[in-house]
């Protein structure tokens, strides 16, 4: 991460602090972006998160030991935190078991592309290049507008924009609302919620990281060399609590997806 701040620290122009730019490495396979699409550090991650799931449950699962292993026993608490905690809680007991294999990969999937983040080298969260959220939140958009018309029919457009029970005049108002409300800004926000953060944690640790080597390896006043120290303990707390938002975050993007699958099973809104 420091090493990635070396150049915005070593102008010769006193502290300048990192962009948004020094945050997403040049692509890898640069002449792909002729055919539409570049190759670079956060798709190989990406890629490399589902070959990381899927070996790790295919392994977790392999014996299915009545007495488990200690893979076995993490597979299994990680599954159950999902089909509990979020299927059933927020489904509901009757529709969330033919949900949970999609909670199930949308969060682990959240989790390891945002744990990338705290890995040393590799440092960087898939989900703080906006692409990456925009997607998956587009996906997420998509199924649960499907589920309620599968649920409800073409009907289901007049159950999500008309509230019940509200007297037609106020309903000039409010259904303008709710197209806005659901149909646009649930989706920006689903999204802009998860990249907003992996950015800017990545973001804070690498001002730090700037800042350390600007104070430690450019000044020659012994006084801000001894300050680098304080900027590195309070590096090292952001880095501890960036980690933590990092699961967080997979949770409750996950959580949002299962509320708004209840929402459109369900028969009034």
Request: without cysteine; hydrophobic residues 55%.
């Amino acid at each position: 991460m420091i090493a990635l701040a070396l150049p915005a620290a070593t102008t010769g122009e006193g502290f300048v602090p990192p962009t948004t730019d020094e945050l997403h490495l040049p692509d890898v396979l640069p002449w792909a972006a002729d055919y539409g699409t570049g190759v670079g550090k956060q798709m190989i991650l990406v890629l490399l998160s589902v070959v990381i799931i899927a070996w790790f449950f295919s392994k977790a699962a392999k014996k299915q030991a009545l007495v488990p292993s200690k893979l076995q026993l993490v597979g299994e608490m990680g599954y159950g935190l999902v089909r509990d905690s979020i299927g059933k809680d927020i489904i509901g007991q009757r529709d969330f078991l033919k949900f949970v294999p999609l909670l199930f990969t949308v969060f682990f999937f959240v989790l390891v592309n945002n744990i990338y983040g705290a890995i040393p080298l590799i440092q960087l969260p898939s989900f703080s290049h906006p692409g990456s959220a925009y997607v998956l939140a587009g996906i997420i958009y998509v199924l649960w507008i499907t589920i309620g018309i599968r649920k409800h029919g073409i009907g289901y457009f007049k159950m999500v924009v008309v509230p019940s029970g509200v007297p037609w005049p106020l309903l000039i108002i409010l259904i303008p609302i709710e197209i806005i409300s659901n149909f646009l800004v649930r989706p920006i926000t689903h999204s802009l919620r998860l990249f907003a953060t992996m950015m800017a944690g990545h973001l804070i640790v690498l001002l730090a990281g700037s800042g350390i080597e600007y104070l430690l390896v450019l000044q020659d006043n012994i006084f801000l060399q001894a300050t680098s120290v304080l900027v590195l303990v309070g590096g090292v707390a952001m880095y501890m609590l960036e980690a933590l938002i990092m699961v967080i975050q997979a949770y409750v993007f996950t959580l949002l997806t299962a509320i708004y699958i209840q929402g459109a099973l369900a028969d009034e809104h």
